[in-house]
């Protein structure tokens, strides 16, 4: 039996000051719509902003329903409205983040509910990897929280090694 490895690189920055100007921009975007997810239930709260090779930026948030599986993630609905307004645009870049309800609420103490970086469940990344697919072109993705490290991954597919995709059903 041969055992074999999976590794992929990517960069991390200290801070949102470490990135460069466009990428800080879409960070920050991310960061101020946080706030405004609908997550009554987790209270978590999550947004994602994509600037698209046509200079256009389109946002989303996690949006929850009582019956939890009704629920999209900030990723996905960012997705449906990229794929409704701008069929097969490619997403050049896509930032993460995301804010504990308790933190939104200015709580005493709880600073650090959100200084690390924020990785896309399960669901999303298989969400990312077909789009990617679907507009042969990588989805670059700036992963953080509201304040401290930020991850840049150079594509969503490094995050779901053993994919499912259109070869499994052939």
Same mark, same amino acid.
Do not use: W
């Given at each position: 039996? !041969?055992? !074999?490895?999976? @590794?992929?690189?990517?960069?991390v920055a200290n801070s949102i000051n470490d990135l460069d100007k466009?990428?800080?921009?879409?960070?920050?975007?991310?960061?101020?719509?946080?706030?405004?997810?609908? $997550?009554?239930?987790?209270?978590?709260?999550? $947004?994602?902003? +994509?600037?698209?090779?046509?200079?256009?930026?389109?946002?989303?948030?996690?949006? @929850?329903?009582?019956?939890?599986?009704?629920?999209?993630?900030?990723?996905?609905?960012?997705? +449906?409205?990229?794929?409704?307004?701008?069929?097969?645009?490619?997403?050049?870049?896509? +930032?993460?983040?995301?804010?504990?309800?308790?933190?939104? @609420?200015?709580?005493?103490?709880? @600073?650090?509910?959100?200084? !690390?970086?924020?990785?896309?469940?399960?669901?999303?990344?298989?969400?990312?990897?077909?789009?990617?697919?679907?507009?042969?072109?990588?989805?670059?993705?700036?992963? $953080?929280?509201?304040?401290?490290?930020?991850? =840049? =991954?150079?594509?969503? !597919?490094?995050?779901?090694?053993? $994919?499912?995709?259109?070869?499994?059903?052939?």
């Amino acid at each position: 039996m !041969k055992e !074999k490895h999976y @590794e992929f690189s990517y960069k991390v920055a200290n801070s949102i000051n470490d990135l460069d100007k466009d990428d800080a921009a879409l960070l920050q975007q991310a960061r101020e719509l946080t706030p405004i997810a609908y $997550a009554p239930y987790s209270k978590f709260h999550v $947004a994602s902003v +994509a600037r698209l090779a046509n200079g256009k930026v389109v946002k989303g948030t996690n949006q @929850e329903n009582a019956s939890f599986p009704v629920g999209i993630c900030a990723e996905r609905s960012l997705l +449906a409205s990229v794929g409704t307004l701008y069929p097969n645009e490619v997403i050049e870049t896509m +930032a993460i983040t995301y804010q504990p309800q308790e933190a939104l @609420e200015g709580l005493e103490g709880l @600073e650090g509910l959100s200084d !690390k970086p924020i990785s896309p469940c399960g669901m999303c990344r298989q969400a990312l990897l077909e789009y990617e697919t679907r507009v042969n072109h990588p989805i670059r993705l700036i992963l $953080a929280g509201m304040k401290g490290t930020v991850y =840049i =991954i150079d594509t969503a !597919k490094d995050l779901l090694p053993f $994919a499912f995709g259109e070869v499994n059903l052939k």
